[in-house]
């Protein structure tokens, strides 16, 4: 059974940092490109980041771009998402989803949801004072 699972959210104050890890079971993850998503109550899905499989490009969203940092251990299995400078807008419920484009050996990462085969339950991250 292919499973994603999200870990490392939580309450943070703003201005703090987390890092978000994203783990897989039943399936090698770095034959996968790997994408962060958030939602916010009463908001549509948001982009963040995303890895190739090989982790040699990456793309992130024009509202994080400068605060995240997207990184993947292979042989851990995991891809990790880093945030820093987080503020109450920040505060969601953040995805992992995998990719499976790149089992046909593309080698790139998008961020359109649609194209993303599977996903986690999500970790929820509360920025709060």
């Known amino acids: 059974q292919f499973e994603l699972v999200e870990s490392g959210g939580g309450l943070v104050q703003p201005g703090g940092s987390l890092r978000l890890s994203c783990a897989a079971s039943?399936?090698?993850?770095?034959?996968?490109?790997i994408g962060w998503f958030r939602q916010a109550p009463g908001k549509e899905r948001e982009e963040i980041s995303c890895?190739?499989?090989?982790?040699?490009?990456?793309v992130y969203g024009d509202s994080v771009k400068d605060r995240v940092t997207i990184s993947r251990d292979n042989a851990e299995n995991t891809v990790y998402l880093q945030m820093s400078g987080l503020q109450p807008e920040d505060t969601a419920v953040y995805y992992c989803?995998?990719?499976?484009?790149?089992?046909?050996?593309?080698?790139?990462?998008?961020?359109?949801?649609?194209?993303?085969?599977?996903w986690g339950q999500g970790t929820q991250v509360t920025v709060s004072s």
């Open positions: 989803a995998a990719d499976g484009r790149a089992l046909a050996g593309w080698e790139g990462c998008a961020l359109q949801d649609y194209e993303y085969d599977f």
């Open positions: 039943g399936f090698t993850l770095g034959r996968y490109a």
């Open positions: 890895i190739s499989a090989n982790g040699g490009n990456t």
